[in-house]
């Protein structure tokens, strides 16, 4: 029998409808001899069916993590690593980039590896192909640091036109830029940069709206490779073990360097453990804001003051603690308009129970991921890696989530829920396709449409195992448009305020961007990480449905300018620039 739940965000419906969203056809039918025309009921389209497959070998995409010791038995060694697409070479095709562990000196694990791998393993570079393949270019690219690397965020920092990269992990972070050739630069003591300790989620934004992307870095712990439980059992310190860790805040001072402007900011006064970081306009008043998935700690959420400082009001929006009022093991954040209103909601992993917060505006946000099934349906697993997109370009939002044994190597299989409208959806998890039920020990993963066919794909990594290329093979699939965005800054440009003669970033980072066709309106800004220690690929994918023209794209620069432009083809991606 086939498992059907319906799932309801915001407000309650009561649905007799099948799951799967119906496109009208309007026929009319002839009689005969030139009499009058019957117009028949409408006949619905084939229902679109999100699935997947591991096109792994297929694509030539070879990665194995490690977490650099022969057993798991350190904090450091189950946090896992992460994964970007970024179009480093300016090909039109998003590359893959992995980040890996790797043995450290033998006092760092209770557990030492007696055969060192050879060779050892180490971060990679995928360059796209374009032909759904992929080359290992890591080597030529320079991006192959000597460090044990956890999460990785790009931005183009500079405004040069090509995209840069930040690496960071265990006792280092390295900012490298990206040449224009093929080839990476490590940059990091030149543009200012200096991180202790254990860095881990990262994200940029310009959070002072002059241009010039700014720089968050999350840290973890305080974390001591020397410290032992007293039992060696089954069990190694967790978060709480650790003292926790203020996070970093880098100004750009739009000259290729950095001021660590922590302290200045407000930022450095909360203490953490963080896991995922996002930046977004939550309040829609044309300004990012910064969210902290933290473990075990209560999470924050940064709200921009328009001044270059920031205050923290996770309490008082509903998003620092659980359902119950705990301190959850958050994951992975992503802000996406779930339900169509125009702002932003924010979709969090978690160690226990998922969360779906709905944003009230003003009044902050309202978890209804009990009330709407979808935290229950997730209880069971552990979650890390997740993407909020249309999957089967039906119009409605989709959410796919990536589980995995929290201190034990145990793997789980993995959950799609499909957006039904009106705030509702169904789990789909075992129809769409066996490489969502082959379980794995999950942790990042990036989101990506690879290879231009419109269908946003994903990549997975596994903890001390093989990562998985998903290809996104859904049939009956809606209309489609990803919008790639250019903002008019270029090296050498300042714009020390918003408003007129201002410019915003290369990137279009903290980019608001509205489509309107078929009666419909769809939300989403432009982001730099999202997710579980990842981040996704820069065009913005929207899923049309019906729809056959863009009536209207409306895009609100960062700069304050707004963009409008109408009667656009759909099923394509299009490149938008700021105007001069």
């Given amino acids: 029998m086939r498992r059907c739940h319906l799932f309801l965000f915001g407000t309650v419906v009561v649905a007799s409808l099948s799951a799967s969203a119906l496109f009208a056809a309007q026929r009319a039918l002839q009689a005969d001899e030139g009499t009058a025309k019957a117009a028949t009921s409408a006949l619905p389209a084939p229902a679109s069916v999100i699935r997947f497959e591991d096109a792994s070998d297929k694509a030539r995409i070879d990665f194995t993590h490690s977490f650099g010791s022969a057993q798991l038995g350190s ?42 791998p050879n060779p050892p393993p180490h971060n990679h570079l995928y360059r796209n192909n374009g032909d759904g393949t992929f080359t290992d270019v890591t080597e030529q690219a320079g991006l192959d640091p000597d460090m044990y690397a956890i999460a990785v965020t790009a931005a183009d920092y500079d405004n040069d036109g090509f995209i840069d990269l930040l690496v960071t992990g265990y006792g280092k972070t390295i900012l490298y830029h990206n040449d224009g050739n093929g080839h990476f630069t490590d940059v990091t003591e030149k543009a200012g940069i200096k991180v202790d300790g254990w860095a881990i989620s990262s994200t940029w934004l310009d959070y002072d709206k002059d241009g010039c992307v700014d720089l968050f870095v999350g840290r973890y712990v305080k974390f001591d490779p020397k410290y032992r439980a007293y039992y060696a059992a089954d069990n190694y310190p967790g978060p709480l073990d650790y003292e926790g860790e203020t996070n970093k805040l880098f100004h750009n001072n739009c000259d290729g360097t950095f001021t660590d402007v922590t302290e200045k900011s407000g930022i450095g006064a909360y203490v953490g453990r963080t896991m995922g970081v996002t930046a977004a306009d939550f309040d829609n008043d044309g300004w990012d804001d910064i969210y902290v998935a933290n473990d075990r700690t209560e999470n924050f959420l940064f709200h921009n003051k328009h001044d270059g400082t920031f205050e923290e009001i996770g309490n008082d929006t509903g998003t620092a603690f659980g359902q119950n009022g705990e301190s959850t093991s958050s994951m992975g954040p992503v802000f996406a308009d779930l339900g169509g209103r125009g702002v932003l909601d924010l979709w969090v992993t978690d160690g226990h129970y998922n969360r779906l917060l709905q944003n009230l505006g003003k009044q902050g946000f309202e978890d209804m991921g009990a009330s709407n099934g979808v935290s229950q349906a997730n209880a069971q697993y552990v979650s890390w890696g997740t993407g909020v997109y249309d999957f089967d370009n039906d119009g409605l939002l989709d959410i796919l989530i990536f589980h995995g044994g929290l201190i034990h190597l145990i793997p789980q299989e993995h959950t799609l829920f499909r957006g039904l409208g009106n705030g509702r959806f169904e789990d789909v998890s075992r129809q769409a396709g066996p490489v969502l039920s082959q379980r794995t020990v999950a ?65 279009g980072i903290g980019a608001r961007v509205e489509v309107y066709a078929g009666g419909n309106r769809w939300t989403a800004e432009r982001v730099a990480s999202s997710g579980y220690l990842s981040q996704d690929d820069a065009r913005l994918h929207f899923g049309l449905g019906a729809a056959t023209q863009i009536d209207k794209l409306i895009v609100h620069w960062p700069s304050g300018r707004d963009q409008t432009l109408e009667k656009l083809a759909v099923d394509r991606v299009l490149t938008v620039e700021e105007p001069k």
Avoid: Q
């Fill in 443 to 507: 942790r990042g993963a990036c989101f990506a449409d690879y290879d231009n066919d419109g269908k946003v794909d994903a990549f997975l990594v596994n903890l001390g195992d093989k990562g998985k290329l998903l290809h996104n093979v859904s049939t009956n699939t809606g209309h489609w448009v990803a919008i790639k965005l250019v903002g008019a800054m270029r090296p050498g440009d300042r714009s020390f305020a918003p408003g007129p003669g201002s410019k915003s970033n290369r990137d």
């Fill in 75 to 116: 904090l450091l060694e189950g946090t896992g690593a992460g994964c970007i697409w970024f179009d480093y070479n300016n090909s039109g095709f998003p590359s893959l980039y992995v980040v890996n562990g790797r043995p450290l000196d033998d006092s760092m694990h209770p557990y030492p590896l007696k055969v060192k």
